[in-house]
């Protein structure tokens, strides 16, 4: 499969615990990008990497989560102190840049954590 | 930031028919609508997009119409099957912005 890989797929965690979360973009993909979802809600943008550089954050990111691409490959999503409002499908996605112009968005499997 | 909003939220059409999924957008400099297909426990599936310097885009049963002066989009899907079943999102990007801001979306039923 040479699509977008996530792990885990699952994640099981009590309140106030630490998680992370990984991403295998699109080998060729410099852009890759975290989403939050919902049920019932579309995704909802969290951050975005090109390269290894970490170039836009939601305003609406906790300062308990951070994100690191430091190789410009993977990536990983980490959730400091979980609370029960985290309990959500983490997706990421991942894209070509180029010439300046940013083209399709193909999402992974997701990370479904639930927080206890 | 870019405001989606989409509708309707829940859409039944006998198999055959045609359904058709709207969306408006806030920001007039955006210039990508994709569409994506969401089936139950699966990620998001890029169905197809549009890009803003041409007003109609299709591929087999599906096909996207742009409307910028009004700022909104739909997406068009002929012949429904029972397998077109699921929820369609809309997305936009913010100008300047690479980040997509997607609708709450359409669950979409075709009963056979």
């Known amino acids: 499969d040479t699509g977008v890989s996530q792990n885990p797929r699952h994640k099981i965690t009590k309140r106030g615990q630490n998680v992370t979360f990984r991403c295998d973009p699109i080998s060729e993909h410099n852009r890759l990008y975290w989403y939050r979802q919902t049920l019932g809600q579309g995704p909802e943008f969290l951050t975005y990497f090109q390269n290894e550089a970490q170039l836009e954050k939601s305003r609406l990111l906790s300062d308990r989560f951070s994100a690191e691409r430091p190789k410009g490959s993977f990536s990983t999503l980490e959730i400091q102190r979980t609370e029960q409002g985290d309990s959500a499908m983490y997706l990421c996605?991942?894209?070509?840049?180029?010439?300046?112009?940013?083209?399709?968005?193909?999402f992974g499997p997701g990370t479904r954590l639930t927080v206890t | 930031g870019e405001n989606v909003e989409q509708h309707p939220s829940t859409l039944s059409v006998q198999e055959g028919d045609s359904a058709v999924i709207k969306c408006t957008y806030s920001?007039?400099?955006?210039?990508?609508f994709p569409w994506y297909k969401q089936e139950l426990g699966k990620r998001p599936q890029l169905i197809i997009d549009?890009?803003?310097?041409?007003g109609e885009k299709k591929d087999q049963r599906i096909a996207v119409t742009l409307n910028k002066t009004a700022k909104h989009f739909s997406l068009h899907i002929t012949e429904t099957q029972p397998e077109d079943s699921a929820v369609y999102f809309c997305a936009a990007p913010g100008a300047g912005s690479y980040q997509l801001t997607f609708g709450k979306g359409t669950k979409l039923s075709v009963i056979p």
């Open positions: 920001d007039s400099a955006s210039n990508y």
């Open positions: 549009i890009r803003s310097n041409v």
């Open positions: 996605a991942s894209s070509i840049y180029r010439d300046r112009a940013s083209y399709e968005q193909y």
